[in-house]
Each structure stands twice: as C-alpha cells, then as structure tokens.
C-alpha cells in the first residue's frame, strides 16, 4: 500500500470519481488551472475539460447555489470552498436549499453536492483562515458532515461523499494537507458515512476527536504510555450521523471521557459528544465528561504567543488526560 | 411495601427535631403530602407533609422525643414499590424549600446530601468527596452501603473513590471471607459550602470537669432552642475573630418626630413604625456604601452578598429568635415596618416559616429595649457583622457654646476582622449616624426618611 500525504489522498480520490462516473464536476475559486489552493484538483482540468472542471468568480454563494442546480439536474458536483472562512455567504444556500431538498420534496429529490472545505488553524492563519465551521451545519438536519483524520479515510470518505445521495459537508483540516502522511489502499477504496473506529485502544480515559485534534490525541497517548496511563483514542471521523454506539461502548470500557475540538468551546460540536455520554452512559462514569476545546474569542489571533494561547497543543491534551486520569 | 420516614433536614443549621405531635396514628391511612407528623426544630415548628401515600403502620419515636435528622421515626406500608424511591422526597423538598445555600448562589458545591468524607484537591478546589455514577451502580450491584464505599482510601483526583477502588476492594474482600467492614472506615464530615450556618461536628461536648451538682441544685434540660443558641454562640466565638467599635448617635430630631406622628402613621398604615424600622433602613443604606458588612469569610475568599438580608433579633420567653427582613434595602420604611410586625407576631405565635429565619446576611439586634446602653453582640454564624442598637438616654450634651439635653443612643458593630478593619467598621457606623441624625423632623414624610 503506497503511503501518500492526506492532500494527495484527496487528489486522487477526484480523479478516480471522475474516471468513474463522468457526471461527477468540480467548481470553485481556482480549481481547474490552478489545481486549487492546496492543490486538492490538480490534473483535474488538463485530463477532463472545463466542461466538468470549472473556476468559478468569487462569490461562494453562487458557488454553492450553482452546484445545487447542477445536483438537480443530475450531475455530482464537487463545490470547493477556498477556506471554510469563506463559506458563510453559502451559509443561506447550503442550509436553505441543499439541506432541505429531500424534505421539502417530500423524498423526490436529494441533493448529492459535496461541499468540500479546508477548516481549523495552522501557524499564522489568523483569523480570516483558520475557522472551524463544523458545528453550524452539524446543527442541520438533511446534510451530513464528514471530517477525516487520515490520508485513508481522506480518501474513502470522500468517495463515499460523492456517492451519496444528500448533501456532505467535507471538512478537511488544513495543518493535516502536507504533515499527515499514510499508507492509502489503491483502487476504489470506500469508507462508509456514519462509523466511528477506535484508532488506539486503551483503559483509563476516553478520548473522542477529530481532524488535527485526532492526529495530535493519538501522539499524546503513544507519549502517556510510558507513565502508565492508557488512553483510548477515538475518531469521531463523521459528525453528522454520529456512532453514539462506538462512543458508548468507550465509556463503558474506561469511565472516564474526554472530548477534544479546536472551535470556539461554547456550544462547540464536542458539547454534542459529551452531553450524549452524560445522558446514556451516566452509569458508566467514574468522573464529570471533560471538554478541551479553544477559548472563547472571535478568531485565532496572529500575533505569535496569542496564538500559543488559543491552540490546543500536546501540552494541553496531555494535561488535561493526566487530571482526568487522577494520575 | 415496608419503608421509613426519617426526620427530615429542616434548616440550615438544624441538625435534630423534636416530635411534637402525631397527626396520624398507626393503622390511619395516610395520603401523600397530607400532614403526618409536627416537629419542633430549634427554630420553627413544621407540620411534615407524608412522603408518600399509604398507611402508617409504626410509630418509632414518640412525642416530645428529639432524635437526630435522618433518623428513622416512623415506618409505612406503601402499595408500590415504586414509592421506596419517594423516601427521600421529604428530605430533598425539605432543603430546596428551606436552604437555597450560599454555596449554590455562589457557585460553590451544593449542599451536601449523603456525608461523604472532604477531601480537598489537589488544586486547592474545595470539592467535597463525591462518589461517582459507576461506583454508585457497582455498589448496588453487589451490595455494598453507600458508607461503606465512601470509607474507602480514594486513588483518584482528590482521594476520591475510583472504580478501579471498588473493584479492588471487592477483590480483596472475596479473599478475606465475609467481613465486609473491615475497611471501612466512619466518614468523616463534609466540609459547608461557603457562607452556609452548619452545626459544630458534633453536639457540644459536655463541659470538662463539670461543676457537681450541689444540695438543692436543678438540671435544666435544653430546649432545641436553647441548644441551638448556645451551638451556635460558641461556634461563632470560637472561629470568628470578633473586633467592636461603638460610636454615639443624636436621635433627638428621630424621637420627637416618631412620637409627632406616630399615632397617625398607625392609622394610616395600621401597624407601628418602630425605630427600629429606621434602623434597618439606616443600615441597608450603609452597607451599600460598605458592602464588606454584608458578607461572609470562606477560606477561598469572602464571599460578598448580593441580597440585603437583615435579621433582627426577637426576644422570646424561651430565648432570643432571629428573623429576617428579606431585600431591605429594596423596601421603603413602612414595607420593612410591616415585615417587623408580621415576623413579631409569627414569631410570638410559634409560627414563623423556615423562610422567615433563613438567608439573612446582616444582623440587628436592640438590646436597647431592655436598657442596655452599651452592647457587644456575638455575630451570627455565616455573617461578616451585627449591629446593636442600644437605649436612647437624656444627656448633657455640648452644643456649639451651650449645653443641652439630647436623646443619645450607642450604636454598636461587633464585626469579623479577618474581612475588615476598624476603620471601615466605624465608617459604617459613622454613615448610619449620618442618616438618623441628619433627618430634618418637622412634617417630613415618612418617605423622606
């Protein structure tokens, strides 16, 4: 199994969808000649036109509004938004429109867009670059979102995102793109919307991420091993539908529960995850659900030592594991 | 089914009742919530409401018979099982409707409803020793008392028990056999939340060396009443460092202007406008001047109170009772006059509620009534300061050259000198004088005091 970077999981995964099935389009800001921002659609426009690979003006509510037509008219398109930063003018579009079609259609049409979007902070990212939208759609009812962790998953899950038959909002984390590398099964490699996997087994504490959190949960637990404390990582992966039974049957293994994401921690999607284990799985606690999550502040801050303050760094998981863990 | 009624929690500072009377007796169908029993605190006396329906089947402690809260007194037959979990709901309704604790407005641990032993944390977060849902559930399951569990050596944060304790200690217990106790360990108390008026550990211990009775000499038991003062006085004395300062005050203008008009104002509002209506009046202004006054000493910090609670002391024949004037400071002068009058006549009928002796933050008390003219109170339990309010006295007074004769009074704040000093204290005093004495008299209205 080659090991690819999580970005180039993601490039491959379009064009295999494209070679796939030729009603699959990408739009969005620089896609076809530049390949996109990150790099997401590169090869993309040489091999298959601009007829299904289009660059779009700078207006993401026509972006979304665009694809959602398409999606009406039979095509699969790919909307990318440049930075999840960028999605809220889509906000109304996505919600209004793409979320609410099979309802409101009384189940005859769906609405197969993939939203796809860079989101979280990296070094220097500052406020119009680093936003974590996750929680407003996870809200929604009628579209699913989805947030992989690795360069597998990147690649499974946007497959199976193409294929389905409603709205998805891909969230992917921009720190992840160049950094996260590993091995990708070759071919059509599906990982099913909806299962959350257990990605470290251990007995003391839960703890439930994703995205870059995940990455940086897992790296935390290999350093607590030594000191005895072992931590069970969980990969939430897909937020909206959520596997309460993996979380479940966590909590019951090691009573102690830790949910960790990098948005704003008041009314974060993490709240969700730990108000579901303090309502089913009360009996199971040996201590209060504890949330990791960033400050309350509008927007990660620039300036450097600010920009310590807001991340949740290894430090801080770390700590925060040990006081849970009583040790 | 067969369950206990036990003597519920009925105060803050109540840590034992009195049967006073029986409303039903053994064999009397009893519904939920009808009166089933009259107990006598040391501060109200309470009609206890059935917890749950059924028929009273025994009665365990007779009248005028004083047993500990939690104590069992009488046992019922219910039809359902399900009433077994209602067994608690005296205890809990008992609290929420007496003791809305300082603790819960101040963000601190709520009231503590089993005693688990304290523990503190390592970050130094009073957190009172709580045993988890898990360990909870691995008791029942394999019976173990909630006690027992709970005298357990912790390994988790704080020393509190893990589940990784309990399944030790049933590990360890399966090897030595059946001696389940041998671990546990008596639960020592849960510490108050901030500010709350909680007994002493234990009952006041008898006096060392206690004088032996003498020919003729004559033991008189303790009322809850009295035992209750006398927990509370020597508790106060004991932790709280007590400072005084005394100033005198001219209320000569206050006085005539009271007699004046005093007849009227009763017509018109149909109570008596005391002095000490403008006492407290004088001291809600003061303490939003000096909120240091209406606060309380927590090891985490003083906790300054929001609510301008003011208790005032009623003598009684069987001893001194403290009522409050709830949000005085919100109320004009014949609002707290006639929250006096209630809280008096109540008081003299044995019928004041839990609410009326509960939650105050400040206190008042006139020994001037009986001639005192000079006195230094003991603070209540939970407060920063108490105020007393000695008798107005003709005096020789110097007035600018001349001398004339004034009505002088001693107005007297022993307070908590870990919160503040002397000199805010006699600012405070100093303030309150400023307002009686600064009174205009004549045909001012009662609304210009």
């Not at chain 2, 604790?101 to 709580?130: I, L």
Request: glycine share 10%; proline share 7%.
């Amino acid at each position: 199994m080659p090991e690819l970077r999580y970005i180039d999981a993601i490039n491959q995964a379009h064009h295999e969808e494209f070679a796939r099935d030729e009603r699959v389009v990408v739009l969005g800001e620089d896609v076809g000649r530049k390949g996109g921002v990150f790099g997401a659609t590169t090869g993309l426009l040489d091999k298959y036109g601009e007829g299904r690979v289009i660059d779009s003006p700078l207006a993401e509510s026509s972006i979304a509004g665009v694809a959602i037509g398409m999606a009406a008219n039979g095509l699969l398109p790919i909307a990318e938004f440049q930075f999840a930063d960028f999605i809220h003018p889509a906000f109304n579009q996505i919600v209004s429109e793409a979320a609410r079609m099979r309802y409101r259609s009384n189940n005859a049409f769906g609405c197969p867009v993939v939203f796809r979007t860079p989101y979280g902070g990296a070094h220097g990212t500052a406020l119009y670059h680093s936003q974590s939208i996750e929680a407003f759609y996870a809200h929604v009812p009628g579209i699913k979102v989805v947030v992989p962790s690795t360069p597998a998953d990147a690649k499974g899950l946007l497959k199976a995102a193409v294929r389905d038959p409603d709205p998805v909002m891909f969230l992917e984390h921009k720190r992840m793109y160049r950094i996260v590398k590993g091995d990708v099964p070759e071919g059509d490699h599906v990982v099913p919307i909806g299962p959350a996997v257990v990605r470290r087994e251990g007995t003391d504490v839960s703890v439930f991420a994703y995205g870059w959190m995940l990455y940086e949960a897992l790296g935390v637990a290999e350093q607590l091993a030594p000191d005895g404390i072992s931590v069970e990582v969980v990969d939430v992966r897909t937020l909206v539908p959520l596997d309460k039974g993996t979380i479940l049957k966590s909590v019951a293994k090691t009573s102690r529960a830790l949910v960790i994401y990098e948005d704003n921690r008041f009314c974060g999607y993490g709240a969700e995850i730990a108000a579901l284990i303090a309502e089913e799985a009360f009996y199971d606690l040996d201590a209060p659900v504890r949330r990791l999550a960033g400050p309350d502040v509008p927007g990660i801050p620039f300036s450097k030592p600010l920009e310590e303050w807001f991340f949740i760094d290894r430090a801080k998981i770390a700590s925060a594991i040990r006081a849970l863990a009583g040790l | 089914m067969p369950v206990e009624v036990k003597m519920p929690q009925l105060g803050e500072s109540t840590y034992e009742g009195t049967i006073g009377k029986w409303l039903k007796q053994p064999g009397e169908p009893v519904e939920r919530f009808e009166p089933l029993v009259e107990i006598i605190t040391d501060k109200v006396n309470v009609e206890m409401p059935a917890p749950f329906g059924g028929t009273l089947t025994e009665i365990l402690v007779v009248e005028g018979t004083t047993v500990n809260v939690g104590t069992p007194i009488a046992m019922m037959e219910t039809a359902s099982g399900a009433a077994a979990t209602a067994a608690e709901v005296p205890s809990e309704k008992g609290q929420a409707a007496a003791a809305p604790t300082a603790g819960a407005r101040a963000g601190g641990p709520p009231t503590p409803v089993a005693s688990g032993p304290a523990r503190q944390t390592a970050d130094g977060e009073g957190e009172r020793a709580r045993l988890s849902p898990v360990v909870r559930r691995l008791a029942e399951e394999h019976g173990l008392a909630l006690d027992e569990v709970a005298g357990l050596q912790g390994s988790g944060t704080g020393g509190r028990v893990t589940k990784d304790d309990v399944l030790k200690y049933l590990e360890q217990r399966k090897g030595v056999s059946a001696r389940p106790a041998a671990m546990a360990t008596v639960p020592p108390r849960a510490p108050a939340p901030p500010g709350t008026v909680v007994p002493a550990p234990s009952r006041p211990t008898p006096a060392p060396a206690a004088a032996p009775a003498g020919e003729g000499d004559e033991l008189v038991k303790l009322t809850p009443l009295r035992r209750s003062i006398a927990q509370r006085m020597a508790q106060s004395k004991r932790e709280i460092p007590h400072a005084y300062g005394v100033i005198e005050a001219d209320i000569t203008t206050l006085i005539r202007w009271r007699e004046a008009h005093k007849e009227q104002w009763r017509a018109r509002e149909g109570v008596n406008i005391t002095l000490t209506a403008f006492f407290i009046k004088a001291a809600a202004e003061a303490i939003k001047v000096f909120p240091m006054a209406n606060s309380v000493w927590t090891e985490d910090g003083i906790l300054m109170r929001k609510a301008i609670n003011i208790g005032v002391g009623i003598a009684l024949d069987e001893g001194l009772i403290v009522a409050v004037v709830k949000h005085a400071d919100q109320k004009s002068l014949v609002g707290v006059a006639k929250d006096l009058d209630g809280l008096g006549r109540r008081a003299r009928d044995g019928k004041l509620t839990l609410d009326d002796v509960q939650r105050g933050t400040f206190t008042i008390t006139n020994p001037g009534v009986f001639g005192s003219i000079w006195s230094m109170p003991i603070i209540v339990p939970g407060q920063a300061a108490i105020l007393a309010t000695d008798a107005a006295v003709k005096r020789p007074v110097v007035r600018g050259e001349g001398i004339a004769v004034r009505d002088i009074m001693h107005l007297g704040l022993s307070f908590d000198h870990r919160i503040f000093d002397g000199a805010v204290a006699v600012q405070f005093l100093n303030r309150m004088k400023a307002k009686l004495e600064g009174f205009p008299g004549g045909d001012a209205a009662l609304t210009d005091f």
